[in-house]
């Protein structure tokens, strides 16, 4: 997928082919004649509200390809790690610096700033891990006759409205913008991870209710 901007006109009589997800130009192309053959632009929703309402006005949405999207998921994780650097290092003063020398028997302050640091320590230790294996795993490319499985990126819709899942080995709960519309991460403990793993694209799921509506 190449990166770009585009723009989707007021009240458009045609869409010129759509270099898009295939479920959003699948299901635009419903609504209006699709001109195939002209120069490609792209679309993309706000992903609120109904199809019609999300395809009048002038959107304009930066195009980010899947690799971007991983990159910018790989920073989300690194800021992480370092605010808890820099949190454990707070606590690591606290436990042992002035503050924390004991004015008293009952004076616990200089113990429970080690329990907290100790904590930390080991949340920072399983971040540093986490972030590790999402730098080092490779996310294969997936094709719409695809079945889906580790880092695919999928394309869904809930209640009309569209949403991206990106399968990946850590990261849970990860957010970005996609095409306008909110990217989520799931691993394989998640539930949807696991009811999505091996579906294909049209295939749909009970709980949540979702359509798999395109797959990279």
Avoid: W
Avoid at 70 to 80: F, G, T, V, Y
């Amino acid at each position: 997928m190449s990166r770009f901007y585009a723009t989707l006109p007021m009240n458009p009589a045609r869409l010129f082919h759509l270099n898009m997800p295939a479920g959003i130009h699948q299901k635009i192309s419903t609504q209006f004649q699709v001109a195939h053959g002209a120069e490609p632009i792209s679309f993309a929703t706000r992903c609120t509200g109904n199809l019609t309402d999300r395809v009048k006005g002038d959107y304009l949405f930066p195009l980010v390809t899947k690799a971007e999207v991983i990159i910018i998921l790989q920073k989300q994780l690194a800021d992480q790690v370092d605010i808890m650097k820099s949190a454990l290092a707070v606590s690591n003063e606290g436990s042992s610096g002035d503050e924390a020398k004991s004015e008293g028997k009952y004076d616990t302050r200089a113990i429970e700033a080690a329990y907290l640091a100790e904590a930390q320590a080991e949340q920072l230790a399983q971040a540093e891990a986490a972030l590790d294996v999402f730098q080092r795993f490779e996310a294969p490319a997936y094709t719409i006759s695809d079945a889906v499985g580790p880092g695919a990126l999928v394309e869904a819709e809930i209640d009309g409205e569209f949403s991206f899942f990106f399968l990946a080995p850590t990261g849970g709960g990860l957010t970005t913008d996609f095409l306008g519309c909110e990217l989520t991460v799931i691993t394989p403990d998640s539930r949807l991870y696991q009811s999505l793993a091996n579906k294909k694209m049209g295939d749909s799921l009970d709980s949540p209710a979702l359509t798999i509506m395109g797959l990279e």
